[in-house]
């Protein structure tokens, strides 16, 4: 028998946030998260009960950002001016601003590779499927990803990340 919705929600909605994030970056990830979970919430009552939830989650996320960066294309750039940092802001919010500064910066198939595998957990051959591509091909964009984040950013990926 199927959980309830609220389970899966309460159960995949830290990952889906997460791999939102790195996809998206930290500004756009509360949306498509929203929208993921709207999308997902309609689709629920089809969805087979031997389906990997996770991955169905994940797969609808990759669809919603893709629809956040197609937007962000018509919209405005933004301006020079960085506004002032919120009150209580922590040192991690800091080191995690660097750390998406690097990641943002990476080739989408590979940032996409990297959040699907290191951040949502999914096989290599559930993130082919969702890239469309190889299997293959996800693990090279994966490990090439975090090659760069190494490169880029090291220290904050260490070497038992990639296990």
Known sequence: MKQPFESVVAQHGATVLRVCRVVLG???ADDAWS??????MRAYPDLPETANVEAWLVTIAHRKAIDVL????RNPLPVDEVPETPAGQH????EAAGLWAVVKELPSKQRQAVAY?????LAY?????????TVEAARRAAADGLKNLRKHYPGAITKGASS
């Open 125 to 133: 051959a559930e993130i082919a499927e969702i890239l469309g591509g």
């Open 35 to 40: 929208e993921t979970f709207l999308a997902a």
């Open 117 to 121: 595998r290191y951040v949502a957990g």
């Open 70 to 73: 197609r937007a962000a294309k």
């Open 26 to 28: 930290p500004h756009d």
């Open 91 to 94: 040192a991690a919010d800091v």
